[in-house]
């Protein structure tokens, strides 16, 4: 326990420092901007999806046997005249760092840029024996005389702005060009540095590959300072996890293909070396560090996290690490990779705080160039933090009610009937001003309305509207088929005028619409919460009312369920083979909407074209357009069937929601939907459509306290206004 409350006193000081540095927010969102647009160039003329199959083999090739490729590269290594050696543990690695420098009287050491030096904290060890770590590259050099960490994998000065960067030099060189020219600052700054390399007798850097062949180290720079390193001091000390091998030149090739584009949207990097054996009277170290890795080789959820090459592409994506920047994921490895290694180096309770900072818009695994299943991973990171350390004692309550279908719709109906007196038009709940300006609400309260619960649920609805059949008013595919509605436990009890709409589009199409009245959740509030025992109690409950239907199809309007359970129930169940089957079965028979009518109605050109051309802008659900790959469908509905104009978002993105990440860290949830709105108004259309429920409230819920003139609409909910 006190480990744990150390450790929210660590996190908490961090989360609301970087909430007030504007600078840095500015600063990290204009270069997420611009690393996307510049990496959609850079990748214009590869096969990206290709090269990602095959490095993620060549580094599964390893993974399947660490051990004997090890030995292999440390044969071929020692062939070359280098001394390898292996440290179980991050103290053992700077220890025998220190065993070197003492051997060559070395008081100081010149680096290159070494995430596993940050990692092992050698900079800080060395010092409390009397040393000295000088960085080299230059980013990283400015955040050592900051004193601080470096902030991205890549870029570690990425946090501060060229101004902050020449105070830095002047302090350290007593005299600096103006901040404006950056070339001159430049200059400056290396002419300090350069004079370590002189004095240096151990140089000591990372590794990008270690290359199995030919036993060589590759290096990837951009300023030349690791071949420096590398080729002045008498003594080259190489620090590398052992996951760093790579079976053959042609896969480093490859790994070079996908690296610079990945990392720094460049097709190549201007400095690329490989280093066989060292040169004449000089020396060559290779330390091969484990510091966790074995326990997460043997760990088949962490396995593939050890693919990874340190692009740091994950982080450039990541939408929270655009609002609280690198410091607050807990320890060196920042953004999405750094919540799912950093409990293997530094311990669980190190990442208890920040894995929850993830909204799960699954942006970081599309663009990791070895396919690592990070969203996935964070969750299971997440769900080993509620094991050890269980939950906020709110979302534990949530959790157990909702959990219960009684004791969720009794509470549905009380707070339904509590809101009453500050329901307004549309079900909106504005806190008074007086109530939302206190700070434990004002987080949440002062830039956002709140749905209320429903009146009548849809459940209800679809009863008192008369369980009608098909109408049949236009000829489809659908016509016929016996179709159970998955209406969604939030949309059934706050939004039913979607499940209505999905309802209505599917009868005009001809098919029966069965509501099974037992159902409840999909177990997806359990399982973003790391509740897995709760979620799978829930998905069985699910999944038992869906299979009784005996229907053609399954459908639901909201796809984070249809995504739960096609996709993640299949590793919720892992162990468990016979549920693992029924949902492998399930995923067979459901749909979303969009899939649905795109895919499966058979529907002519302009059926629903009122002749409007109505100009609409479409928010991709993260993951509709991540995990289910509904990019074309929702577009095709749009402007072949309904003849919409589509103008496309500049920016594709999450829009904030993330389930109770919204609540948990109201912050980060309107810094993103308030950049989502920024390119929702950039289109200048007037009728946003996307087709999950989570998004639709919280867009709306932005939209209503705004007073914009936008409306927020399921796709449902457009098609249905076509129906009259």
């Given at each position: 326990?006190?480990?744990?409350?150390?450790?929210?006193?660590?996190?908490?000081?961090?989360?609301?420092?970087?909430?007030?540095?504007?600078?840095?927010?500015?600063?990290?969102?204009?270069?997420?901007?611009?690393?996307?647009?510049?990496?959609?160039?850079?990748?214009?003329?590869?096969?990206?999806?290709?090269?990602?199959?095959?490095?993620?083999?060549?580094?599964?090739?390893?993974?399947?046997?660490?051990?004997?490729?090890?030995?292999?590269?440390?044969?071929?290594?020692?062939?070359?005249?280098?001394?390898?050696?292996?440290?179980?543990?991050?103290?053992?690695?700077?220890?025998?760092?220190?065993?070197?420098?003492?051997?060559?009287?070395?008081?100081?050491?010149?680096?290159?840029?070494?995430?596993?030096?940050?990692?092992?904290?050698?900079?800080?060890?060395?010092?409390?024996?009397?040393?000295?770590?000088?960085?080299?590259?230059?980013?990283?050099?400015?955040?050592?005389?900051?004193?601080?960490?470096?902030?991205?994998?890549?870029?570690?000065?990425?946090?501060?702005?060229?101004?902050?960067?020449?105070?830095?030099?002047?302090?350290?060189?007593?005299?600096?060009?103006?901040?404006?020219?950056?070339?001159?600052?430049?200059?400056?700054?290396?002419?300090?540095?350069?004079?370590?390399?002189?004095?240096?007798?151990?140089?000591?850097?990372?590794?990008?590959?270690?290359?199995?062949?030919?036993?060589?180290?590759?290096?990837?720079?951009?300023?030349?300072?690791?071949?420096?390193?590398?080729?002045?001091?008498?003594?080259?000390?190489?620090?590398?996890?052992?996951?760093?091998?790579?079976?053959?030149?042609?896969?480093?090739?490859?790994?070079?293909?996908?690296?610079?584009?990945?990392?720094?949207?460049?097709?190549?990097?201007?400095?690329?070396?490989?280093?066989?054996?060292?040169?004449?009277?000089?020396?060559?170290?290779?330390?091969?560090?484990?510091?966790?890795?074995?326990?997460?080789?043997?760990?088949?959820?962490?396995?593939?996290?050890?693919?990874?090459?340190?692009?740091?592409?994950?982080?450039?994506?990541?939408?929270?690490?655009?609002?609280?920047?690198?410091?607050?994921?807990?320890?060196?490895?920042?953004?999405?990779?750094?919540?799912?290694?950093?409990?293997?180096?530094h311990g669980l309770a190190a990442d208890a705080d920040p894995q929850s900072l993830c909204v799960s818009c699954h942006a970081c695994q599309t663009v990791c160039p070895v396919n690592i299943p990070l969203p996935q991973q964070i969750l299971d990171r997440r769900s080993e933090v509620v094991a050890s350390q269980g939950m906020p004692l709110t979302l534990r309550a949530m959790i157990e009610v909702w959990k219960r279908p009684s004791a969720f719709d009794r509470a549905m109906r009380a707070a339904a009937l509590g809101s009453g007196p500050l329901r307004k038009a549309g079900n909106w709940v504005d806190l008074p001003a007086g109530m939302s300006s206190l700070p434990m609400l004002n987080a949440q309260a002062s830039w956002r309305s709140f749905s209320a619960p429903a009146a009548q649920p849809f459940r209800e609805l679809f009863l008192t509207r008369g369980r009608r059949q098909s109408d049949g008013r236009f000829d489809s595919a659908?016509?016929?088929?016996?179709?159970?509605?998955?209406?969604?436990?939030?949309?059934?009890?706050?939004?039913?005028?979607?499940?209505?709409?999905?309802?209505?589009?599917?009868?005009?199409?001809?098919?029966?619409?069965?509501?099974?009245?037992?159902?409840?959740?999909?177990?997806?509030?359990?399982?973003?919460?790391?509740?897995?025992?709760?979620?799978?109690?829930?998905?069985?409950?699910?999944?038992?009312?869906?299979?009784?239907?005996?229907?053609?199809?399954?459908?639901?309007?909201?796809?984070?369920?249809?995504?739960?359970?096609?996709?993640?129930?299949?590793?919720?169940?892992?162990?468990?083979?016979?549920?693992?089957?029924?949902?492998?079965?399930?995923?067979?028979?459901?749909?979303?909407?969009?899939?649905?009518?795109?895919?499966?109605?058979?529907?002519?050109?302009?059926?629903?074209?009122?002749?409007?051309?109505?100009?609409?802008?479409?928010?991709?659900?993260?993951?509709?357009?991540?995990?289910?790959?509904?990019?074309?469908?929702?577009?095709?509905?749009?402007?072949?069937?309904?003849?919409?104009?589509?103008?496309?978002?500049?920016?594709?993105?999450?829009?904030?929601?993330?389930?109770?990440?919204?609540?948990?860290?109201?912050?980060?949830?309107?810094?993103?939907?308030?950049?989502?709105?920024?390119?929702?108004?950039?289109?200048?259309?007037?009728?946003?459509?996307?087709?999950?429920?989570?998004?639709?409230?919280?867009?709306?819920?932005?939209?209503?306290?705004?007073?914009?003139?936008?409306?927020?609409?399921?796709?449902?909910?457009?098609?249905?206004?076509?129906?009259?």
């Open positions: 326990m006190a480990e744990t409350q150390r450790s929210e006193q660590r996190f908490l000081p961090r989360y609301r420092t970087a909430l007030k540095n504007r600078q840095q927010q500015e600063n990290l969102l204009q270069f997420q901007r611009a690393w996307a647009r510049d990496r959609e160039a850079a990748f214009a003329d590869q096969q990206f999806g290709e090269l990602r199959t095959r490095l993620t083999a060549a580094k599964n090739q390893i993974l399947d046997d660490l051990d004997g490729w090890l030995k292999r590269f440390e044969d071929a290594a020692r062939a070359n005249g280098v001394t390898v050696t292996h440290a179980r543990s991050a103290r053992d690695a700077c220890e025998q760092v220190l065993t070197i420098c003492q051997q060559v009287g070395a008081r100081h050491v010149i680096k290159s840029k070494s995430m596993v030096s940050e990692e092992i904290e050698l900079n800080h060890f060395l010092a409390a024996h009397g040393g000295t770590a000088i960085e080299s590259d230059l980013g990283e050099w400015l955040v050592q005389l900051a004193g601080e960490r470096p902030s991205h994998m890549v870029l570690p000065f990425i946090h501060k702005n060229r101004r902050q960067a020449a105070d830095l030099v002047r302090q350290a060189t007593g005299s600096a060009p103006d901040h404006s020219d950056v070339p001159a600052v430049v200059h400056r700054a290396r002419d300090a540095i350069r004079e370590h390399f002189w004095s240096a007798t151990v140089g000591l850097t990372g590794a990008n590959a270690l290359v199995v062949e030919d036993g060589s180290v590759l290096l990837v720079t951009n300023e030349g300072n690791a071949d420096l390193t590398v080729t002045l001091p008498q003594v080259h000390i190489v620090l590398a996890g052992i996951e760093k091998l790579i079976p053959t030149l042609a896969d480093a090739a490859v790994q070079l293909r996908l690296l610079a584009r990945s990392a720094t949207a460049q097709r190549l990097t201007v400095y690329t070396t490989f280093i066989r054996r060292p040169p004449a009277h000089h020396r060559l170290h290779i330390i091969l560090v484990d510091n966790g890795r074995r326990n997460m080789l043997a760990d088949r959820r962490y396995r593939a996290a050890l693919r990874c090459i340190r692009c740091g592409a994950c982080a450039d994506t990541c939408p929270p690490y655009q609002v609280v920047g690198g410091h607050v994921f807990g320890h060196i490895y920042s953004g999405a990779i750094g919540l799912v290694v950093t409990p293997a180096h659908l016509s016929g088929k016996r179709i159970a509605l998955f209406a969604q436990c939030l949309t059934d009890r706050f939004w039913p005028e979607q499940a209505a709409a999905v309802t209505d589009v599917l009868r005009a199409l001809g098919a029966e619409i069965v509501f099974p009245e037992r159902q409840h959740c999909c177990g997806l509030p359990a399982l973003d919460a790391g509740d897995y025992v709760s979620a799978r109690e829930m998905a069985c409950q699910t999944l038992e009312v869906l299979e009784a239907t005996g229907a053609d199809f399954i459908v639901s309007g909201a796809s984070s369920c249809v995504a739960l359970l096609k996709h993640d129930l299949l590793h919720l169940f892992e162990d468990v083979p016979v549920w693992r089957h029924r949902a492998e079965r399930m995923g067979q028979r459901i749909h979303s909407f969009t899939q649905l009518i795109a895919e499966e109605a058979g529907l002519p050109h302009g059926i629903w074209d009122n002749g409007r051309h109505e100009l609409v802008t479409y928010h991709d659900f993260c993951q509709s357009r991540h995990v289910l790959h509904e990019l074309d469908a929702p577009r095709s509905i749009l402007t072949a069937l309904l003849g919409c104009q589509v103008v496309e978002l500049p920016e594709v993105m999450c829009c904030g929601f993330g389930g109770a990440r919204s609540g948990l860290y109201p912050e980060v949830s309107r810094a993103i939907g308030t950049r989502k709105w920024e390119s929702i108004r950039q289109t200048g259309a007037l009728t946003v459509v996307t087709d999950n429920p989570g998004c639709i409230a919280h867009l709306r819920s932005m939209l209503h306290r705004q007073r914009g003139p936008e409306r927020v609409l399921h796709l449902a909910e457009l098609v249905a206004e076509r129906l009259v």
